[in-house]
């Protein structure tokens, strides 16, 4: 992983006309876009935000954000915690610096999608992340800001969005909602994963700490929260009681067959643009014959 640099953020942008002045920015986002404070004369610190951001990171991915405090950070750093605020103003600042440099790994699309294969492209790799930083999926929407990292790949889904006759507005909120399903699929993932990590640990007797590498995998497939689901519905689910759930599950044969995809993340991608292509083609943003 390349190490990040805060000293590369763009120059503000014009103003686009009619839109009045700029409100005042939160500290936190201007520190984001290298806005905050003049640079200082003399030579160049031997620490930089850059590395204890990474530092941070690096943490997270081994043991989990619950790992990340301002004294460890500075211990991986071998620097004292004090000097760590010369450069992060606290945790709460590192956070945002932290959720803004994991956008930095996301990729480019790639060039010639259409408008849907590049919205599920996008919706994709940000699942993916998730899955594989699942710290990610813990920090605190209020630590979520748009820095320059997150605003690269917002463009990017405005990019695959270009052909579509949609205000800006309307294409933001698409985005938005494909946003959302990443966040809900993402954590069922992480959090099922979680649970039946644990699971396996606790009927083992092992200590909470136990590396999931020294676990059965297949141990932790079956202890899935929902593994035993079709069994639960065999034993609990009394036609009287749960009719519907009877019904539908009474015929099944315990095969998918002519799903849209091969995993739940596609069939949950699929399903979410369908309902965009439908409010497209209701907007008269695509025609009724494209496909």
Do not use: C
Request: proline residues 9%; glycine residues 8%; hydrophobic residues 45%.
């Amino acid at each position: 992983m390349e190490p990040m640099s805060t000293d590369t953020a763009p120059e503000p942008a014009e103003q686009p006309p009619g839109n009045g002045p700029t409100p005042e920015l939160p500290a936190a986002v201007q520190r984001l876009w290298g806005d905050a404070a003049p640079r200082r004369r003399g030579p160049k610190p031997a620490l930089s935000a850059a590395q204890i951001v990474q530092a941070a990171m690096d943490l997270a991915d081994a043991e989990g954000l619950a790992a990340v405090s301002m004294a460890r950070v500075a211990e991986a750093v071998g620097y004292t915690p004090m000097a760590l605020y010369r450069h992060v103003s606290g945790k709460d600042e590192l956070l945002v610096l932290m959720s803004d440099a994991v956008a930095r790994d996301l990729p480019e699309l790639p060039a010639g999608l259409d408008w849907r294969a590049g919205l599920e492209a996008w919706t994709r790799a940000q699942i993916d992340m998730g899955l594989d930083r699942p710290w990610f999926l813990d920090l605190p929407l209020s630590a979520v800001l748009p820095g320059p990292h997150r605003m690269r790949w917002m463009d990017q889904a405005f990019g695959a969005l270009r052909s579509i006759d949609l205000p800006a507005d309307e294409k933001l909120a698409i985005i938005g909602l494909l946003a959302q399903h990443v966040l809900g699929e993402a954590r069922v993932h992480v959090e099922s994963h979680r649970a039946a990590v644990q699971r396996v640990r606790r009927e083992a007797g092992l200590p909470d700490g136990t590396p999931e590498s020294e676990l059965d995998p297949a141990a932790i497939e079956a202890a899935a929260p929902y593994a035993d689901f079709e069994a639960v519905l065999a034993r609990y689910a009394a036609p009287a009681v749960y009719p519907h759930l009877f019904e539908s599950f009474s015929t099944w044969t315990g095969t998918v067959e002519a799903a849209p995809g091969a995993d739940d993340v596609t069939f949950g991608i699929t399903v979410v643009l369908d309902g965009v292509e439908a409010y497209l083609r209701r907007r008269g943003a695509i025609p009724d014959d494209e496909s």
